[in-house]
């Protein structure tokens, strides 16, 4: 690993590329560029895309998995880039790139590093990689501590329970815990501020208020008793659930009991792994942005010929931005041409409301009016308010869907997935285009469940201090010889009995002992109704 | 810029973890060998062995059945089917499998007698037919930076190879002992061998024919089959296990017949006997008294090692008792009794432990 400071040529580049980029008044970090040679690239990827991490044989078995399938040609060993982003932002570049190549991974990190630093999810934090380093020797001395056996099982079973880290969910710890010191809100692009107005300024007269509003004495009784158990529970706890908690992993990590090297183990863990919610969230969009940029840069340093291969760099490109159908999207593509897109709808000022209200239509067509401000203002302004799913839902056409090929499957794919003849609109010899009318309709579901069960703890005093998750059916069954060593691995974390609610089962897992129950079948609407009244969401 | 507080990125550690957990795995894998005797089944002696071992995967909330999984198959690590597959010398395994249970290198006789002679290529000299292109060369660039012919500061990077500086590889005898062993096995086909027994000596044979081969290596070893009811016979491996007669049982003519075997075609100077018998030990009492007197007279003494071992016996079974009398902790007869394949580590221990 060596500092693109140590090669005059790329330290060249390094400094052409900055120098566009704050020309084009770009917002960025720090970045830092690093070279790597194909080893180092494979490990850092099992790392997280950070330089060090506590031994473990996870990463070591993918390791081991990953250099036996480059040996055996399965996969190729060739990367071009990863990127750490956050203030500063770590990029690292594979030694056997041409220098071309290598500018155009700098113009591409220098987008990635735009868009964490805007986007509405925050994504970009201070030295978000020094701290992880951080981490990491906390673990290593957790190791030391807790003995090589117990280390091992207690990062197996946080390993079980990674992919219940939500943190930017509709029910994520924010809107789930009340805890008794403020915490760190997590926005979210739905978010809404769930403080309600306060009446304080308001004259007040208890008696005019008792007459005007007459309220229910048992209603008030109620209230009274509810805020009285809230308290209580908060202040016997450190924390209530008022909802649901998807982010199950988060939870563990702040009110678990642990002991300080188990808390550093699931410090690090949820840490390493907490941005990965944020690419699923807003994939298309970063890596659009990052590909935008790139070719804008690109063009500016193929202009002053600081670099040279164009012809090269656009076999790259056009390779890089091939499209795919819809199911197998491809973020480089469909970004790049949607954010080339709404620029253009921009430029011509047809994001407003004067051209909605248009009723005529050659008028529309003809549409041309000088924006408020520079297009790109505008697009920034898009990072900063949405996710995927609303930058989609607003801009993806059934038109567009049908230009970006995203409806488009090779003839031989569309007879394997034996696609109705009702269902194609257009064919040629190689391939099949469908409808592109119910395609955007598939590709938002895909940020309701991300192919992943929806499970959320809806209980932590269960049966007498019982974890309670509870699975949202969505017509899929869970895989059900793993939801015992699930449950057992949570219930080395939680240090009690565990349970899952999926469909009528309820599932627990105590003292070494699973077990399965059958129970009245609860729906996700009635769970969330009864913790709003204050309710045990679940009885027996 | 600062630089990160790391030189290199490596998940050499993580690897090391990795593999340290693999040979747990294969350590417990030995284990269920020994405890389902599966020997059989990992693969032909001296060659290398592909073991199978649960993947390890996370198991988390997911969507499928218990019946999915699958991928590529291939050797190395990878996913197949929930396993991960390695492949693992033979003697990588015996090795484990003789710590395991302790077992001590067999005893070898013969040393000195008989020499295996090989050519190998230890010493270098300055004629010969097969030259060494990496010593000559070594002396070629000494020579070369002594006569001011290979100068880098200069740019002159010339090598000249003089006569004088050609190495040649010259092959040198060598001799090492050789060691070799027959081993006998010796099966009562008159009781009912089949089932849970035939299954059981099976197992056991099987474990004794890895043993001998991995301590004097496969070509070194001769094993032998024969049975007897009334009578005795040599017979091939596979009908050792196949053949079988309800008639009346004597086991002392298959302990002549095998000691006839080892003193008639062998030299017992240079060989390392190996004797072993399966039965159920249910036998006539004279028949038993003559086995013994044969194991005294003619057969201790020039066997390493003789083990008998009652299958699943019965009331009647006495022929370990008798020999017991005579035999009791011996270090070269030794008595074992197998009634289920829980037992079969016990019986190894018996029959190859030292005393």
Not at chain 1, 462 to 481: A, E
Not at chain 2, 68 to 87: L, S, V
Not at chain 2, 123 to 128: E, K
Request: aromatic share 12%; net charge negative.
């Amino acid at each position: 690993m060596r500092s693109v400071h140590q090669d005059p040529e790329l330290a060249f580049l390094e400094e052409r590329v900055l120098h566009h980029a704050n020309t084009f008044r770009r917002t960025l970090p720090e970045m830092r560029f690093f070279v790597l040679d194909s080893t180092e690239f494979m490990s850092l990827l099992e790392k997280g895309v950070y330089p060090t991490s506590p031994v473990n044989i996870w990463e070591g078995k993918r390791m081991v998995g990953r250099k036996h399938r480059v040996e055996a040609g399965q996969e190729s060993a060739i990367y071009y880039e990863v990127v750490q982003t956050g203030n500063p932002s770590y990029a690292y570049l594979n030694h056997t790139n041409s220098p071309m190549m290598q500018a155009s991974v700098m113009a591409h990190v220098v987008g990635h590093c735009e868009f964490s630093e805007l986007n509405v999810l925050r994504d970009s934090t201070r030295d978000r990689t020094e701290f992880i380093m951080h981490l990491v020797k906390k673990v290593e001395l957790a190791r030391q501590q807790m003995g090589e056996v117990y280390y091992s099982q207690y990062w197996n079973a946080c390993e079980s329970l990674l992919p219940l880290i939500a943190p930017h969910s509709q029910y994520n710890l924010a809107r789930s815990v009340d805890t008794e010191s403020p915490v760190l809100k997590q926005e979210t692009d739905t978010y809404v501020s769930e403080e309600r107005s306060s009446a304080a300024l308001m004259p007040v007269s208890s008696t005019m208020d008792a007459l005007l509003h007459q309220q229910d004495p048992d209603q008030a009784w109620q209230k009274e008793m509810q805020s009285k158990l809230r308290q209580e529970t908060l202040s016997r706890k450190g924390y209530k659930l008022r909802a649901p908690c998807q982010d199950i992993f988060g939870f563990l990590r702040n009110h678990a009991p642990t002991s300080r090297s188990e808390k550093s183990m699931l410090d690090y863990l949820y840490t390493r792994h907490f941005t990965h919610d944020f690419i699923l969230r807003t994939q298309v969009m970063n890596e659009g942005w990052a590909m935008y940029w790139e070719k804008k840069i690109m063009l500016e340093l193929f202009k002053e010929k600081a670099v040279s291969g164009i012809i090269d760099y656009a076999r790259v490109f056009s390779g890089v931005c091939y499209p795919r159908p819809y199911f197998a999207r491809n973020p480089y593509h469909l970004g790049f041409n949607l954010w080339n897109h709404i620029e253009q709808l921009y430029s011509e000022g047809k994001i407003s409301l004067e051209y909605f209200e248009e009723t005529d239509q050659s008028a529309k067509d003809n549409w041309k009016r000088t924006p408020g401000k520079e297009p790109i203002h505008y697009m920034a302004d898009l990072i900063r308010t949405v996710t995927d799913y609303e930058f989609l839902r607003r801009f993806l056409t059934p038109e567009l869907i049908h230009e970006f090929h995203l409806n488009r499957f090779h003839r031989m794919e569309a007879q394997r997935l034996r696609l109705s003849p009702d269902s194609i609109v257009k064919e040629d010899r190689q391939y099949v285009w469908l409808d592109p009318e119910p395609v955007k309709e598939e590709m938002l579901n895909f940020f309701t469940h991300f192919h992943r069960p929806r499970v959320y703890i809806i209980d932590t005093d269960f049966q007498d201090g019982g974890l309670l998750l509870f699975h949202r059916d969505d017509g899929r069954r869970l895989r059900k010889d793993w939801i015992k060593p699930t449950l057992k691995n949570l219930n080395l974390l939680w240090k009690g009995p565990v349970y899952l609610v999926s469909r009528n089962w309820l599932y627990s897992f105590s003292a070494n002992l699973f077990k399965e129950t059958v129970v009245t079948e609860l729906r996700f609407e009635k769970v969330l109704e009864r913790m709003q009244r204050y309710e045990k969401p679940f009885k027996m | 810029m600062p630089l990160l507080d790391t030189d290199n990125i490596s998940s050499n550690e993580s690897e090391g973890a990795f593999n340290e957990f693999i040979e747990d795995q294969l350590e417990n894998l030995v284990d269920s060998i020994l405890t389902e005797g599966d020997l059989t089944s990992v693969g032909d002696r001296g060659s290398e062995v592909i073991v199978e071992i649960d993947d390890i995967v996370a198991p988390t909330f997911t969507y499928g059945d218990e019946s999915e999984g699958g991928g590529a198959a291939g050797a190395g690590p990878g996913r197949d089917g929930g396993k991960i597959r390695f492949n693992v010398p033979f003697e990588f395994l015996m090795e484990r499998i003789a710590r395991s249970l302790r077992l001590p290198n067999l005893r070898k006789q013969g040393r000195g007698k008989i020499k295996e002679v090989t050519h190998e290529f230890k010493t270098f000299a300055p004629v010969g037919t097969v030259l060494d292109k990496k010593r000559t060369f070594k002396r070629a660039l000494k020579t070369s930076i002594g006569m001011r012919v290979y100068r880098p500061e200069e740019g002159r990077h010339e090598v000249h190879i003089h006569r004088r500086d050609r190495r040649y590889k010259v092959p040198e005898r060598v001799e090492k002992p050789k060691f070799k062993a027959v081993v006998f096995y010796m099966g009562d086909i008159s009781f009912s061998t089949y089932g849970e027994r035939l299954k059981l000596e099976k197992r056991l044979v099987g474990f004794i024919q890895h043993w001998i081969d991995f301590n004097y290596g496969a070509k070194n070893v001769e094993h032998r089959f024969f049975v007897h009811d009334a009578d005795a016979h040599e017979v091939q491996e596979e009908d050792f296990y196949r053949v079988g007669n309800a008639g009346g049982t004597l086991a002392a003519p298959v302990y002549h017949l095998v000691q006839q075997v080892a003193t008639n075609e062998y030299d017992p100077n240079t060989t390392n006997f190996y004797a072993f018998y399966f039965g159920d030990g249910e036998l006539f009492d004279e028949d038993a008294k003559e086995i013994v007197e044969l194991l005294e007279g003619q057969m201790r003494p020039i066997f390493n090692r003789i083990g008998i071992v009652e299958v699943q016996p019965g009331r009647l079974s006495l022929l370990n008792r008798q020999v017991a009398t005579q035999f009791h902790r011996d270090s070269i007869i030794r008595l074992g009794e197998l009634n289920d394949r829980l037992e079969a580590i016990e019986v190894i221990k018996t029959l190859f432990s030292e005393r």
